[in-house]
């Protein structure tokens, strides 16, 4: 029976680069991944026993502490299996065809905003910025037309092309090396 493991975070997600970091380092092969989108939803289904490991992302070099993360971690309870950390290189998608000149609005996780505050103030002065539920669920919204063309992602490399969105710039966050402490937690 393969491993089921709950990640706070849609496919493409970096919850999902660190589901699988975390499972090539500890050489478990037999796993399958449920994208829970959030922090409480992964919790919730760890509490329910539907998944066996949960894993979602709780302080970054430059973001700081998630607080989605200490949200919901303050309503579970939940061992923790190991902290481990990986370097979050984020990019600036559009859908294909999108100039420069049309985007009016960037849009990801509150943490990618944070991670990349500094390259937006000084590049997309005039942008708006909006707040979403995960970096990997914008850019699949701004691929399937749920958010406008004029719209722009934040998110990981693997999301241009699982999404079809094109690369408008990569290695956008502010510090070259942008750790993010992840943990992997248990049913307690």
Known sequence: MPLKI???????????EAAANYCLKNKITGFKLFYLINVENTLVELNAEKIDLAIFPIENSNGGIVYEAVYAMSKHNFDIKNIFEIDVKHCLLVKPGTNVADIKKISSHPQALKQCRMYLKRKWVDSELEEYTDTASTAKDISNGVLPKSTAAIASRNCAALY????LEEGIQDLKFNFTTFVAAIKR
């Open 6 to 16: 709950g990640v706070s975070g849609n496919i493409g997600s970096f919850s999902q």
């Open 164 to 167: 079809n969105l094109d690369i």
